[in-house]
């Protein structure tokens, strides 16, 4: 049993796809489907339910998966533990991104801290599912730190810093009825066709709970789960109107934000275990992206 084949059971267990696992761990499918058979016959179990449309862990793999994620943690902490003695921080940080930033210059960070540790390797993940799902891979360890929008819950386990807030407008195109408004209410947009994400999004929930609190139910025809430039593209030809935090409607000049009568905040957390249970890098990392949010 090698390390590589714990990492890719570990990639396909997160994901619940072998596509996606794939991505994720820069192998072509085929290679990533032979190394879990593999792992499994060395095992002498079945670590995945194949049998349904979507593949999940057996009880088996359920069990293996917390042993795996404690083996690789192990062997991490044993190469930070000696990075002192190299002369230049190494390691692997783990960190779970957004599809949008905000006010904040995330690249800007990441950037400055690859300059300043450049053998340290920043591995970025982008759940498919929204970044709630980043909280559980916090508490179990196969994730250093994260961003994450919205959160539904603050587990006692995790340290969470509030980044920023940012307003969410109403960004519709200049010809449409509602552009010479200088505010609007969530009712006045009961029959708007939205471009927004999918369900599980940290945005998404928030304008769903927005019209849920008046009484009525938010209309989104169009699902994006990509950035706002994505959006902005869908709205500026036509299909609909769509909600942006305030910072990102004034990337697009083209199109006309409208503030809401009623204040929805976008709220965006930086989520780690506690400091000292991080490891060197993922320490620095964590530090880098607060002082950004200072100076943002």
Request: proline share 5%; aromatic share 8%.
């Amino acid at each position: 049993m090698e390390f590589r084949q714990l990492e890719q059971f570990l990639a396909v267990a997160a994901e619940m796809s072998f596509t996606r696992a794939a991505e994720r761990a820069h192998v072509v499918q085929s290679a990533l489907s032979t190394s879990v058979g593999k792992l499994e016959r060395e095992l002498g179990v079945a670590l995945f339910d194949r049998s349904r449309q979507q593949i999940r862990l057996t009880p088996a793999g359920e069990r293996f998966r917390g042993h795996a994620l404690t083996v690789l943690q192990a062997s991490r902490a044993a190469v930070d533990s000696v990075s002192e003695f190299r002369g230049s921080l190494t390691g692997t940080v783990e960190f779970g991104s957004l599809i949008s930033f905000g006010p904040l210059d995330v690249a800007g960070a990441l950037g400055d801290f690859h300059r300043a540790h450049p053998r340290v390797r920043l591995s970025l993940r982008l759940s498919q599912s929204g970044a709630s799902s980043y909280l559980s891979a916090l508490v179990e360890g196969s994730l250093d730190v994260a961003l994450v929008s919205v959160p539904e819950r603050f587990p006692a386990a995790l340290d969470m810093r509030l980044l920023f807030e940012d307003p969410l407008v109403f960004v519709c195109r200049e010809d449409h009825a509602l552009a010479g408004h200088r505010r609007v209410s969530v009712r006045d947009l009961v029959e708007e066709d939205l471009i927004g994400f999918p369900p599980g999004f940290g945005l998404r929930r928030l304008v769903d709970d927005a019209f849920h609190a008046d009484g009525v139910r938010a209309r989104t025809q169009y699902e994006v789960p990509a950035g706002f430039v994505a959006v902005a593209e869908l709205l500026a030809s036509g299909l609909g109107t769509a909600f942006m935090p305030q910072s990102e409607a004034a990337r697009f000049s083209t199109l006309r934000a409208i503030e809401l009568t009623a204040p929805v905040t976008w709220q965006v957390y930086l989520a780690s275990p506690p400091a000292d249970r991080l490891a060197p890098a993922a320490q620095l990392l964590r530090q880098a992206l607060l002082d950004a949010a200072r100076l943002a």
